[in-house]
């Protein structure tokens, strides 16, 4: 049973490496953004609170961010590990995430937290936006986006670190090279699929 979490900046390739890591594992990939989309289209009693805020313009409180994790984590599928993207974003949800794996006796056993250069990520922003017309994405918003993050994830990831948890990923190059990264450095702490 595998419980990992995912950090990184925007453009950092998170969702590429998440997915890889949760194929490898055979584990889903939990990201917030996708409960609140399933739950939304699902019409659930969660989802149209969810909608509700999220048509208002505001942010999903923290309550009930935690009680759609909480119901996500009790699906099937995540009964023999997960791979959670986004999710804790904040210390209370930091909190609710421990005392939740604290409940069923388990807790997460690594976090995967991606490393990058923020002039590079900046370039690598750009280029994409440039290629897929992406007119929003420019400097001044990637930037700000970048300090927004580490603003956010600098307390998450300071407790992580006192934990022993934090494995820090080298996230620039090629996909194959930061997902052996990856691969080398889970293995090193035991974390290895079952199958091998």
């Known amino acids: 049973m595998t419980?990992?979490?995912?950090?990184?900046?925007?453009?950092?390739?998170?969702?590429?490496?998440a997915a890889r890591i949760a194929s490898r594992f055979d584990v889903p990939a939990i990201a917030t953004g996708d409960i609140f989309r399933a739950n939304i289209k699902n019409q659930t009693e969660l989802g149209k609170q969810v909608s509700e805020i999220i048509n208002a313009g505001d942010y999903v409180p923290d309550?009930?961010?935690?009680?759609?994790?909480?119901?996500?984590?009790?699906?099937?599928?995540?009964?023999?590990?997960?791979?959670?993207?986004?999710?804790?974003?904040?210390?209370e949800q930091l909190g609710f995430?421990?005392?939740?794996?604290?409940?069923?006796?388990?807790?997460?056993?690594?976090?995967?937290?991606?490393?990058?250069?923020?002039?590079?990520?900046?370039?690598?922003?750009?280029?994409?936006?440039?290629?897929?017309?992406?007119?929003?994405?420019?400097?001044?918003?990637?930037r700000y986006?970048?300090?927004?993050y580490q603003r956010e994830t600098a307390p998450l990831i300071a407790v992580y670190k006192?934990?022993?948890?934090?494995?820090?990923?080298?996230?620039?190059?090629e996909v194959d090279e930061v997902a052996d990264r990856i691969a080398e450095c889970l293995e090193a702490r035991q974390i290895v699929p079952v199958a091998q």
Do not use: M
């Open 63 to 91: 309550s009930l961010t935690n009680d759609l994790v909480a119901n996500r984590l009790k699906e099937p599928d995540a009964a023999g590990g997960f791979l959670l993207d986004g999710y804790p974003r904040t210390l």
């Open 162 to 173: 006192d934990r022993g948890l934090v494995i820090e990923i080298d996230a620039l190059g």
């Open 145 to 148: 986006r970048q300090s927004l």
């Open 97 to 142: 995430l421990d005392k939740l794996l604290a409940a069923q006796g388990t807790a997460l056993d690594a976090v995967i937290q991606l490393v990058v250069d923020p002039n590079e990520v900046v370039t690598r922003l750009l280029k994409r936006a440039h290629e897929e017309g992406r007119s929003d994405d420019t400097e001044d918003t990637i």
């Open 3 to 17: 419980r990992l979490l995912i950090v990184g900046p925007p453009g950092a390739g998170k969702g590429t490496q």
